[in-house]
């Protein structure tokens, strides 16, 4: 007989959407491993806490804050975002700092001040986004800054504590990195724009319009392939990658706000995209490794 994972174990899986772990943790893991060379205990944990409590956290905190608008959004409840139950809500918050504690207890210890204040920055934008109080979320442009920190900032974190070097190329290569996760934020804010009116929420998307967003989040890519033609070779072969971010958001161009709902299409699609660039960018990450 097959075991049966008990409801609220699956209900946590959801929440922490495993379709987006490796968004987090493959950043982490491919900057401490190609500034290091070496798989060691630090480069497990890292991983592991990246890969699912750091996104639980992330995912579990943003649910439970936003429950009354996700009642109104059609899209939640499935992989793109888990619908709680009230009576869910003090059990995932608990078990979102259950399960971060003590890899951060390990990290503090074997790293230094200046990661210290990196995986606090990293930890403080995950709280920040939507808990009461702070809600950067509802703050336009502020919320796809503070999304795109939450990608970034394991890579970030995985450099210092790996003790690399920051070159000029090194920092183009972050830039576009972030410029990926704001315009990646501000198209996915798209879809939700009826839904967040009608809830009152406030997003870069509810603020400048829908069209607007495409545009933003377009141009944001773009520059992102950019800043990537100025890296170290092979870094500038990674430009390419822009232009299926760009292809699918390119049809809702002109997307009416009243229409911003069919965004979600490209959304799915982005969905995808970022696990065939994703592969990609290992297949980059190892022909630079052979070149070192």
Request: proline residues 6%; positive net charge.
């Amino acid at each position: 007989m097959t075991a049966v994972a008990p409801a609220p174990f699956r209900q946590l899986l959801l929440v922490s959407r495993p379709l987006s772990w490796i968004n987090t943790a493959f950043p982490f893991a491919a900057a401490y491993l190609l500034t290091t060379g070496r798989i060691d205990v630090t480069f497990v944990v890292g991983t592991v806490f990246f890969l699912i409590p750091y996104n639980l956290a992330m995912y579990g905190i943003n649910d439970v804050f936003d429950y009354e608008s996700d009642l109104r959004n059609p899209r939640k409840g499935g992989a793109e975002g888990a619908l709680l139950d009230r009576s869910s809500h003090r059990r995932t918050l608990i078990a979102a700092v259950v399960t971060t504690v003590p890899f951060v207890i390990y990290l503090v210890a074997v790293g230094s001040p200046l990661s210290w204040l990196v995986l606090a920055v990293s930890l403080f934008a995950v709280v920040a986004y939507s808990v009461k109080g702070l809600r950067f979320k509802e703050i336009p442009f502020l919320d796809s800054v503070t999304s795109s920190t939450h990608f970034v900032s394991p890579a970030l974190y995985g450099l210092v504590l790996a003790g690399a070097v920051f070159t000029p190329g090194l920092w183009l290569v972050l830039l576009a990195f972030f410029l990926w996760g704001i315009g990646s934020h501000a198209f996915g804010a798209v879809q939700d724009v009826v839904p967040d009116r009608e809830g009152g929420i406030s997003s870069v998307a509810t603020a400048i319009g829908a069209a607007a967003t495409v545009r933003l989040a377009i141009a944001a890519w773009a520059l992102a392939g950019v800043a990537m033609l100025f890296t170290p070779w092979p870094g500038p072969l990674a430009a390419v990658l822009a232009l299926p971010y760009i292809a699918t958001a390119a049809p809702f161009w002109s997307v009416p706000d009243e229409r911003a709902s069919e965004a979600n299409r490209g959304w799915r699609r982005f969905l995808w995209i970022n696990y065939a660039c994703g592969f990609l960018v290992t297949l980059l990450l190892i022909l630079y490794a052979s070149l070192r």
